[in-house]
């Protein structure tokens, strides 16, 4: 069971929107920043969003990421078929010396 | 370009130890973390710890604590991560990381991954 709570899986169709939800605590989310990876089928995790909100090098604006509270959402417009992966959200946990956590991700189908 | 590149595939009996490696080229070795994290089969992606090649400061997460070791030759820009006795629980994909800092620490670059698989 992860520290943060991801949506196991979402969908919608080409050039669709999706919005990816991870829920923390003020241990975690509410105190710290949030990163978003993208994980493509067989490869290894690629940083899509640091800092709530930023976009990594090459990063197409159609990645969106936000932050309120205890939870940060992750935001997908323009759907592609090759966005089709897991996205894990993850951000350090204060209750516990020197961890950080990810959340249990969450599969992107474009239908 | 920053580049790690990990060691590669391995398959181990139970009891077996094994030291898996990172080796990091393209920036500063020595003045960044490195982590590991571990992914199971189908199964999410997970914290198993940290170095600071500069000085081998290390952390672990409490999960993997007594469990495995971290550690790092700066004078080759290489992490390693070892056990001394793998249990079949241990076969999973192993990536090394490169963290960086903003406002908050992320991880920015990623090897390629080593699959360690624990057989008999």
């Known amino acids: 069971q992860s520290v943060l709570t991801q949506p196991p899986s979402v969908s919608a169709a080409p050039g669709q929107k999706v919005t990816i939800s991870c829920s923390g605590s003020s241990s975690n989310i509410g105190n710290n920043y949030v990163s978003w990876y993208q994980q493509l089928p067989e490869t290894a995790p690629k940083l899509l969003i640091y800092?709530?909100?930023k976009r990594a090098s090459r990063i197409p604006d159609r990645f969106s990421g936000s932050k309120s509270g205890t939870s940060a959402t992750l935001g997908i417009t323009g759907l592609q078929t090759g966005d089709e992966a897991d996205y894990y959200c993850?951000?350090?946990?204060?209750?516990?010396?020197?961890?950080?956590?990810f959340g249990g991700g969450t599969k992107v189908t474009v239908l | 370009d920053v580049q790690l590149v990990q060691s590669g595939v391995e398959v181990k009996k139970p009891g077996e130890s094994l030291k898996i490696s990172c080796k990091g080229s393209g920036y500063s070795f020595s003045s960044y973390f490195i982590a590991w994290v571990r992914q199971k089969p189908g199964k999410a992606l997970e914290w198993v710890g940290i170095?600071?090649?500069?000085?081998?400061?290390?952390r672990y997460s409490p999960s993997f604590q007594g469990q495995v070791t971290i550690s790092a030759d700066k004078s080759i820009n290489t992490a390693y991560l070892q056990w001394s006795s793998l249990k079949a629980s241990d076969t999973a994909m192993y990536y090394c990381?490169?963290?960086?800092?903003?406002?908050?620490?992320?991880?920015?670059?990623w090897g390629q991954g080593t699959l360690v698989t624990v057989s008999s």
């Open positions: 800092d709530n909100n």
């Open positions: 170095i600071y090649p500069g000085d081998s400061d290390t």
């Open positions: 993850a951000t350090w946990d204060g209750n516990v010396s020197f961890n950080w956590v």
């Open positions: 990381a490169r963290r960086d800092y903003s406002g908050g620490w992320f991880l920015r670059d």
